[in-house]
C-alpha cells in the first residue's frame, strides 16, 4: 500500500529534481543548484515554496530566475509554486559546486577561488598587497593581468593572459 507521505516523498523529489535544473540566465553553463543559489525546495500539501538566494543584492537576474523556476515547475504538474528571496545567510562564491566550477572554467571563464571565511569582528585592511593571480582558463597560465574590475555581469572582471594573449572573465570571489 503506498501511503500520502510516500506519494509527497515523491513529489518533493521531483520537485527537487525539476528545480535543480533551471539555469542561471546570465551564466546557462550553471544550473541554479550549481551556482549555489537554489537554497531549498519543501512541499506543504500542494503548495511548494522554492528559496534562492541572489549571488547579490540587487541582482538583475532575480526576476529571470524566479519566473524559470515557475515555469519550470509548472510544466511538470506543480501548479501552487511559491518562490521566495532569502537574503540571509549571504551567498557565497564558496557554494559554487565542483561541477559548477569546471562549467565555468569549460566556458573561458576562471573559477573563483575560495572565499575568505566569514568573520564576526572587524575586517583588516591591508594595503599594498597584490591581488592573487588568476589562472588562465584557457592555457593554464598564471601570468595574467586584470584588464576591467568589472567585465560582462558585476560578478566577473575582465582579464588577459599575457602567455597566450586571450582576454578572459574571471568569476569574482565573495564571501
Not at 546557462?28 to 547579490?56: F, K, N, Q
Not at 551567498?91 to 561541477?99: A, G, K, Q, V
Amino acid at each position: 500500500m503506498v501511503t500520502s507521505a510516500v506519494l509527497a516523498d515523491g513529489r518533493l523529489d521531483r520537485a527537487r529534481e525539476v528545480a535543480a535544473t533551471v539555469t542561471d540566465p546570465e551564466l546557462p553553463m550553471l544550473t541554479l543548484a550549481d551556482l549555489g543559489v537554489l537554497r531549498s525546495v519543501e512541499l506543504d500539501g500542494e503548495h511548494l515554496v522554492v528559496t534562492i538566494t541572489p549571488t547579490y543584492t540587487g541582482c538583475p537576474a532575480m526576476a529571470t530566475m524566479r519566473a524559470d523556476l515557475l515555469v519550470a515547475l509548472r510544466r511538470n504538474g506543480f501548479d501552487d509554486v511559491e518562490v521566495r528571496t532569502s537574503l540571509s545567510p549571504a551567498w557565497s562564491t564558496d557554494w559554487l559546486t565542483e561541477r559548477g566550477r569546471r562549467a565555468l572554467a569549460e566556458h573561458g571563464i576562471a573559477p573563483p577561488g575560495p572565499a575568505r571565511p566569514a568573520s564576526s569582528g572587524p575586517v583588516p585592511l591591508v594595503l599594498g598587497t597584490r591581488a592573487p593571480s588568476v589562472r588562465c582558463p584557457r592555457c593554464g597560465s598564471l601570468d595574467t593581468r586584470e584588464l576591467s574590475r568589472f567585465g560582462s555581469t558585476a560578478c566577473k572582471s575582465l582579464h588577459a593572459c599575457r602567455a597566450c594573449a586571450e582576454p578572459f572573465d574571471h568569476f569574482k570571489e565573495l564571501a
